[in-house]
Nanobody, 124 residues
Framework: QVQLREWGGGFVQAGDSLSLSCAAS????????LGWFRRAPGRDRRFVAA????????FGLDSVKDRFAISKDNTKTTLFLQMNNLKLEDTAVYYC?????????????????WGHGTEVTVSS
């Protein structure tokens, strides 16, 4: 079983940048697809982006493709989300997730392992 821990959330102003991190631990944690979801207030959890175990980057939200960057460290067990030019609508709890799969990544059911989330609040 994979354990996930996120950190890096906080309060920022619109236009600022913020970097989220997620550490995966457990057996074969370097062999999983790792991704980010977010849940804005009053909305469902939505897929943001992921890096599959094959090394393929996938984005789920068109609104972040030009502003967010996802990456992994060399151990493949730490996932990052660099968020630039943050907007009010980026306010959400951001969750890290892991799966052994590499397809259907925008469905929450694809991801069996979840972190507790880190909150990002963007103010005007």
């Amino acid at each position: 079983q994979v354990q996930l821990r996120e950190w890096g959330g906080g309060f920022v102003q619109a236009g600022d940048s913020l970097s989220l991190s997620c550490a995966a631990s457990g057996p074969n944690s370097d062999s999983y697809s790792l991704g980010w979801f977010r849940r804005a207030p009053g909305r469902d959890r939505r897929f943001v982006a992921a890096i599959t175990w094959k090394g393929v980057t996938v984005f789920g939200l068109d609104s972040v493709k030009d502003r967010f960057a996802i990456s992994k460290d060399n151990t493949k067990t730490t996932l990052f989300l660099q968020m630039n030019n943050l907007k009010l609508e980026d306010t959400a709890v951001y969750y890290c997730a892991a799966t052994s799969l590499s397809t259907d990544l925008d469905y929450t059911d694809t991801w069996p392992y979840w972190g507790h989330g880190t909150e990002v609040t963007v103010s005007s």
